[in-house]
């Protein structure tokens, strides 16, 4: 290892006293940046004294421009409009474009039909319109409209309704289902 890796072991480890830290001023300028300008002014040395020892030391350094990058020759040409590349160009078919579009068109028109029959078998029920369970099976026929939607195939059985205005798991679901053909009809146009 290096004479400056060494002290600046000792700096991290603690090992070194003020006046070695104050003696090399890239050792206080670190020693201010890991342990804080607060540690310098407990120890006792200057922020200011350091920070003119430090100047000084790069003084030496020959050349005034330690700083300065040097950049390539600006004589280089620049790419002319005509030797860019061409664009590419995507050959659609119109009848791609036809068909994909009337598929978006389908898919959300089904989407708002199932979200539509969704709600209105969910609020006002299926029961108003298709024919429910007799009312000598069960007391509840008569009230119970909406369609379970998992009993829809046993529509005279007294269980296959439920009251109106309650959300099922299965409304949830059908749902979610129609309102993401409704988004996916949306993306495909």
């Known amino acids: 290892m290096t004479d400056d890796s060494n002290r600046l072991r000792e700096l991290l480890d603690g090992k070194l006293s003020p006046e070695e830290i104050a003696e090399d ?42 700083l300065v990058e040097i950049s390539p020759d600006d004589s280089l040409p620049l790419p002319m409009p005509d030797d860019m590349p061409d664009v590419p160009s995507y050959d659609l078919s119109d009848d791609d474009v036809i068909s994909r579009s009337l598929v978006s068109k ?3 028109i089904g989407g708002f039909t199932g979200l539509t029959l969704v709600i209105v078998n969910l609020f006002y029920g299926f029961g108003n319109f298709l024919g429910g369970c007799a009312t000598s099976l069960h007391d509840t026929c008569g009230v119970s409209m909406k369609l379970n ?11 296959a309704w439920g009251p109106t205005g309650s959300i099922g798991i299965p409304d949830i679901v059908l749902s979610v289902i129609c309102a993401l053909t409704i988004i996916l009809g949306f993306r495909r146009s």
């Open 106 to 108: 389908l898919t959300i």
């Open 25 to 66: 001023p890239v050792l206080s300028s670190l020693a201010e940046r890991i342990y804080g300008s607060d540690f310098l002014e407990q120890v006792g040395i200057s922020r200011g004294e350091t920070k003119r020892s430090l100047a000084e030391k790069f003084s030496e350094v020959e050349g005034d421009d330690l």
């Open 149 to 159: 939607w998992l009993d829809f195939h046993r529509m005279g059985a007294y269980d």
